[in-house]
């Protein structure tokens, strides 16, 4: 052979060396082999369950240390986690953490997945995780946002089914609300209105404001983000303030289908202990509810709907693996989460939480109901979110706002707009 045959083959023996090196290597690692450290606020015991389930089922090895934190306190942590140079490798991102946390992700490029799949395989929540430079996380959860009915309270009063429609429960509060002699509210049709005492008032008030057709936050033509909660059409009313004025309707001592103030019990155990006849929470909640009174005759159905709405929605809480850009192996962290980004983790998942899967392929299939999963799943698919600037803060926003309108501090408009304000501003502190 000649000096050029030489160096060409010399040139194909290094590549297809190098190549079999990779092949070997990604093969050696994609069962989950790599140790990862991982970061989140559900229960460390049934993550630990779930992982070794589906170890167990799929002859995989994940090697997943999985911390978990509180949920007030998992912001600061991670903050300090990683200015000390001690932080996780991934962290489980609920939606409500993007925009706080995206610098300090590792983007997973459209040339790996592209964008067109990732639409296809995940509900269109799990947009909010996609952004021009790739995605942010693969969603694997979501717990969305539902209706809990007491079937005895109902049936006492001779209905036989809950309310389908918002504008049904002006009758429900009327009709199921008592009050002792003295005006106190010592059975309530529906808890709204208030905040302080409303078991996830933020996501049940954002769900009125999606339903209602206000993103909360979205972006403008630069692609920065932005509040858009007093946002309206040309000469027409914010659509905020038409759900706000929803919501606080049944807080007013002089409307008749006044049902709720703040001396009552959290929202949550009033359902338990059987004195509300209507509760909105998530499908997590399920399992306190029952631990908390066992004989309690209860269903659960899709959060209601505007009148005449085209578009069904309800807010889903959800949650993605993202590793961070800090992490000391970001190829090996994503090959060890890789195995939990399919259909068989989010199904052992879902399952272990009695939640709904973030995959249109699993929320598709009809479910038994045994466990309430058919309702939890319908509402998946209809499941929306916003991208919250910084959580803490927006509760606050979000509660002054609705205690502005109650107290008559506030006009409507005037909520909305310095809630907008201040939104804003926490989007330009991040």
Do not use: C
Request: glycine fraction near 6%; charge should be negative.
């Amino acid at each position: 052979m000649n000096t050029f045959q030489i160096v060409l083959l010399s040139v194909f023996g290094f590549f297809i060396l190098g190549a079999l090196i990779l092949f070997a290597t990604v093969k050696g690692t994609s069962n989950g082999t790599i140790p990862i450290v991982l970061w989140g606020t559900v229960p460390k015991s049934d993550f630990t369950q779930a992982v070794d389930s589906f170890n167990t089922a799929t002859g995989s090895k994940l090697a997943i240390t999985y911390v978990e934190k509180r949920e007030d306190t998992f912001d600061q942590d991670l903050i300090q986690a990683l200015a000390d140079r001690k932080g996780p490798d991934a962290v489980l991102l609920p939606q409500d953490m993007i925009i706080r946390y995206q610098s300090k992700i590792a983007f997973i490029p459209y040339t790996s997945f592209s964008a067109r799949d990732f639409q296809n395989t995940f509900i269109d929540e799990a947009g909010l995780y996609s952004t021009n430079q790739g995605t942010i996380a693969f969603p694997f959860s979501v717990d969305p946002l539902v209706m809990y009915w007491n079937k005895d309270t109902f049936f006492g009063a001779g209905v036989a089914l809950p309310p389908q429609t918002w504008d049904q429960f002006y009758n429900i509060a009327t009709k199921f609300t008592q009050k002792d002699k003295a005006g106190n509210i010592v059975q309530s049709g529906l808890a709204l209105g208030e905040y302080s005492n409303i078991t996830h008032a933020k996501e049940i008030i954002s769900a009125l404001l999606m339903q209602a057709g206000t993103p909360i936050v979205n972006t403008d033509n630069l692609g920065n983000y932005r509040s858009a909660l007093s946002d309206s059409p040309a000469n027409t009313t914010p659509p905020a303030e038409s759900a706000l004025r929803f919501y606080t309707e049944f807080s007013n001592p002089a409307k008749t289908d006044y049902s709720w103030n703040r001396s009552l019990d959290d929202s949550l155990n009033m359902f338990a202990a059987g004195d509300l006849a209507v509760y909105f929470g998530l499908a997590s909640d399920y399992a306190s509810i029952k631990e908390k009174n066992p004989n309690l005759n209860f269903d659960i159905a899709t959060l209601p709907q505007p009148l005449g709405a085209t578009k069904k929605i309800t807010y889903g809480k959800m949650n993605a693996f993202a590793v961070l850009n800090s992490s000391g192996n970001v190829n090996g962290t994503f090959q060890t989460l890789n195995s939990l980004f399919g259909s068989q983790f989010a199904s052992t998942w879902a399952t272990t939480e009695k939640i709904a899967p973030a995959r249109k392929d699993l929320l598709v299939v009809k479910q038994s109901d045994a466990a309430n999963q058919q309702v939890y799943y319908n509402s998946a698919l209809i499941s929306q979110g916003w991208l919250d600037p910084n959580m803490p803060q927006s509760n606050m926003v979000f509660e002054q706002m609705i205690d502005g309108i109650t107290s008559g501090a506030d006009t409507i408009s005037a909520a909305v707009l310095n809630a907008s304000q201040q939104l804003q501003g926490l989007i330009k502190s991040q």
